[in-house]
């Protein structure tokens, strides 16, 4: 289990292109193109490069999400004021959301890619962002604020509420983005498209009830994480009233072969020299690790309040489903770090979870702080997916059969988890 802990550290996103129900805003007609220009040579992030890559607009094309980029810049050069520019932006990001969503849930056929394949709204999202960063406006704009603004969107965190009768429970779930794309530029994350097929799904869960399921789906990158996306994300699902959840579980791409619950987040930073997607460090190592910028009170370690016991029982099938009780700890008293499988010893210093010391270990350990701060009865906690294999081994092949099936099966596992871990206990 060491073993397997420190490889999720290391290693582990027009009627026949638009959906009919789900199309790019009516924003690109009539621009002013005089006063509005962009500019091919704006300084693009490393994440943003990978898109000189053909086979990321193979990607987009084949899921029928090109026209959201194509048409993107004129929209943007439709804009007159600074005050038209969020709401444009949010509208293109919550478009781009509900297209990719209807299609991972079969209501949008379009392409020749698998319906469920998360990598299709990666790309096109990133080809957007692009977009944003070479437009130039004949007026002042805080660009960094519009890319949040339409990240967010397009992620799930606006317009997403839970739409549940009386007595339906909600479950609201996160996944990420595709990660490791320099080593392989074709990889997908099942958390990502598990998060695609699940959103707005009711489900029965495993005591006859019936749930509804909410998703978002975050980047692999440190510098949202330092601006509160996670915060933003579960905080509205976490404050009460009618939008709360009764159930959040984050969900990352983590081991081989195995479904992981994990029973300990940890606070610390330590994944270096592993990067995040746009090749930036954490800072932290096993020796020296760090706590986010940002990050609010917490213990060092956070045991999940998930019935994890419910699924480790009752699903085992196509993948094992185990507790993780591994964590990596500097002891009271000590300077070095010390691997324990059962658990955090009184008064140590995290260095590693459950799920290592990398962000899907963070999103866990921030979900379930800003949980015990707003909703502690509320169960929390975190699943680690089997790491997604079958890439034909020709590189310019985007998808194989042994791909889409492992895909597939991860993903109604995740959902038989849910069904159990998310079920009301008595």
């Given at each position: 289990m060491m073993l397997l802990r420190r490889t999720a550290s290391l290693a582990v996103l027009l009627a026949t292109v638009l959906p009919p129900a789900v199309t790019a805003p009516a924003h690109a007609a009539a621009a002013d193109t005089a006063s509005c220009r962009t500019t091919p040579s704006a300084p693009l992030d490393a994440e943003q490069a990978r898109l000189s890559d053909v086979r990321t607009t193979a990607l987009v094309e084949r899921a029928g999400f090109g026209d959201f980029v194509r048409r993107f810049p004129a929209a943007l050069c439709s804009v007159r004021t600074p005050a038209e520019a969020g709401p444009l932006l949010d509208s293109w990001g919550e478009a781009l959301w509900q297209a990719a969503v209807r299609r991972a849930q079969g209501q949008r056929p379009g392409g020749d890619l698998p319906?469920?394949?998360?990598?299709?709204?990666?790309?096109?999202?990133?080809?957007?962002?692009?977009?944003?960063?070479?437009?130039?406006?004949?007026?002042?704009?805080?660009?960094?604020?519009?890319?949040?603004?339409?990240?967010?969107?397009?992620?799930?965190?606006?317009?997403?509420?839970?739409?549940?009768?009386?007595?339906?429970?909600?479950?609201?779930?996160?996944?990420?983005?595709?990660?490791?794309?320099?080593?392989?530029?074709?990889?997908?994350?099942?958390?990502?498209?598990?998060?695609?097929?699940?959103?707005?799904?009711?489900?029965?869960?495993?005591?006859?009830?019936?749930?509804?399921?909410?998703?978002?789906?975050?980047?692999?990158?440190?510098?949202?994480?330092?601006?509160?996306?996670?915060?933003?994300?579960?905080?509205?699902r976490l404050a009460g009233g009618p939008g709360a959840a009764d159930v959040i579980t984050t969900i990352s791409q983590g081991y081989p072969g195995i479904f992981t619950l994990e029973a300990w987040a940890g606070r610390a930073r330590s994944a270096d020299p592993y990067p995040d997607n746009t090749g930036s460090l954490s800072g932290g190592t096993r020796e020296h690790p760090v706590t986010a910028p940002g990050l609010g009170p917490g213990a060092e370690f956070i045991r999940t309040t998930l019935p994890t016991e419910a699924a480790t029982g009752s699903v085992q099938s196509p993948y094992p489903v185990l507790l993780n009780t591994a964590v990596t700890e500097i002891p009271a008293g000590a300077t070095g770090p010390v691997d324990r499988e059962d658990g955090p010893t009184p008064g140590s210093r995290a260095v590693e979870g459950g799920g290592g010391g990398y962000l899907s270990n963070e999103v866990a350990y921030r979900s379930n702080r800003l949980r015990g701060e707003l909703a502690p009865r509320l169960p929390g906690g975190h699943l680690h997916t089997p790491v997604l294999t079958g890439l034909p081994a020709d590189p310019g092949l985007l998808t194989g059969p042994e791909f889409e099936r492992n895909e597939t099966a991860i993903t109604a596992e995740v959902r038989a988890v849910l069904e159990h871990t998310a079920a009301a206990r008595p």
């Open positions: 319906a469920g394949d998360d990598r299709p709204l990666y790309w096109a999202r990133l080809a957007m962002t692009a977009a944003l960063a070479r437009w130039e406006p004949g007026f002042p704009v805080d660009r960094p604020a519009l890319r949040t603004r339409f990240e967010d969107a397009s992620r799930g965190l606006a317009d997403n509420a839970f739409q549940t009768p009386a007595g339906v429970r909600r479950v609201f779930i996160s996944g990420f983005d595709p990660f490791g794309l320099d080593a392989e530029l074709r990889r997908a994350n099942p958390s990502g498209s598990a998060a695609l097929r699940l959103n707005g799904r009711r489900i029965t869960l495993a005591d006859g009830s019936r749930a509804e399921i909410r998703a978002v789906v975050l980047p692999v990158r440190y510098a949202d994480f330092d601006a509160g996306i996670v915060e933003r994300a579960f905080a509205p």
